[in-house]
């Protein structure tokens, strides 16, 4: 099981990820093993789905990172991209 995720990061921007252990993952961002956001910690996990197979969750970590913030938070939120 994959599954696809979204941190809230220091500076208020968000990362979206994927993997198959949420979390390993998530310890490693926090740890600092991760040099795309190793300077936006603290994190918190703020989001996820889960995906079989691997290119579902592939497929989906991009379509959410082409959102816009706005779409982002209403996910979130809502379970839903559109606000309600």
């Known amino acids: 099981m994959y599954k696809v995720y979204i941190l809230l990061c220091s500076d208020n921007l968000f990362y ?3 993997t198959n252990n949420l979390k390993l ?3 490693q961002h926090c740890w600092g093993e991760v040099d795309a956001i190793r300077s936006k910690r603290p994190l918190k ?3 996820y789905e889960k995906y079989n197979p691997k290119i579902e969750a592939m497929n989906r970590e ?3 990172k082409g959102w816009t913030r706005q779409k982002k938070i ?3 939120k809502y379970g ?3 606000k309600f």
């Open 80 to 82: 839903h991209p559109t």
């Open 16 to 18: 979206v990820g994927h």
């Open 62 to 64: 991009k379509q959410l």
């Open 45 to 47: 996990l703020v989001y």
């Open 74 to 76: 209403n996910l979130i």
């Open 25 to 27: 993952r998530y310890k």
